[in-house]
């Protein structure tokens, strides 16, 4: 290790990438002391350590109430009661051309959804208005905080209640191969909330409004046309109202993008620096990024479908979670999602070297078009204003982390430090949350 440090110092920019990536290797101490030591007070390094073990340990906290919920469930029958409770309400408000498996299945899945959000509101509670609050994060107010909660459910009945329709009728008509038609169905699915995000869910939670000329309209338009971005709008949302938030973003069907850039991210940044954050983001979608991982999505969710039409009728696994009678195919899946755990942490350590990998190439490309100081300028900033974790244990950074840590990334944008002269000043003020998804 030693030895690959003393040589990372001489060629002053680390070795063999793909170590980086797939293990979230960090030459952290060396380049925390050689490239960040100029620019991060000791002060702000020891909070944003406290940050990110405070938010560990509230995951931690927050994960083992999980799983004993869940083992109460199982060992309280929680869902066939549920299941019998869901018949019962049915049959006696539900006129008769009602009845049925899908009918019960909705109102099961509103009451279970309704009883796990009530379970989850003080973990909810916790997390924003004592621990974003300690460390001067949270701006929500508990009203807005409630209503979103509100918004999110009735949001949930309105889109759930055709989705799970759909989704019985496939499997209640097509027989063996229904997974093939339910992969159909969801691939259509996702389609159409691409397209109805920004037009219909979007502006429930948020406020857009068209960003205002000048050098960083201009120069972003430019960069859009000079990479045949099909830009079709670029706004700014007010993600300084609620504070856990992105700094940038587009989304959109492959014709018509829209471009977002937060409120917060505006208010801090020089706007060369917006200008190269979207240089990176653009990156992604210049390498074709977005398309890989809507292509991977598509193919998990396949495999998730074939693997579960083998578990649909299996008759054990029903009885012995205390469905001895009935065996609907929801519970099934409740069931089968549970046993698929173990596997999903399997695709989450691949999505997460994929995502590093995703990363350092969108940097490359932000460098490749000159932005290489103003986007590691804006690296540092945002992960002073965020307190993001500066270094981190390779071991837990190789499977929690969709991002290469801040040294590494500014290793490899070739940074030598002492560029970003602002920096200093901003420890003294309080932090502003700018994003929560990184870039
Ligand atoms: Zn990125």
Redesign the pocket.
Known sequence: MWILEQLARVLDRPLFPWKNVLVGFSLGQFLLENVLAGEVSQKVYDQSQAYGRAKSKFGFISGLSGQIQNLAFVYGDVLPKLWSVSGLVLARYLPGQFQGEISQTLIFIFGFNILTTILSLPISYYNTFVLEEKFGFNKQTVGLWVTDMLKGQMLGIVLGTPIITGILKIVQSTGNSFFYYLWLFGVFVQVFAITIYPIAILPLFNKLSPLEPGEIKTGVENLAKKLKFPLSELHVIDGSKRSAHSNAYFYGLPWKKHIVIYDTLLEKSKPQEVVAVLS??LG?WSLSHTTKLFGIAQSHMFYIFALFSAFVNNKSLYQSFGFVKEQPIMIGFLLFSDALAPMDAVVKLLMNILSRK??FE?DAFAQGLGYSNELASSLLKLQIQNLSTMDADWMYASYHYS?PILTERLAALGWKGGKVTDLKAEDSEKPVKAADR??
């Open positions: 990176h983001e992604h995703f990363e969108a991002h990184e870039l």
